[in-house]
């Protein structure tokens, strides 16, 4: 969930997914990219039991 809330915040700042936005993400979570395999994880597995 907080890679999911960091990303819409920095979204308020930088309107796209440039490396300016990617910076303001690494600034207040520096291993988003773990918790956003994590989430893409969850997606699959809850798209296996067509929670689609």
Do not use: G
């Amino acid at each position: 969930i907080r890679y999911v809330v960091v990303h819409e915040l920095a979204h308020l700042i930088e309107m796209n997914h440039s490396p300016n936005f990617w910076q303001i993400v690494v600034q207040v979570l520096p291993n988003y990219q773990a918790e956003r395999e994590k989430l893409k994880l969850l997606q699959k597995k809850l798209s296996a039991q067509c929670w689609e």
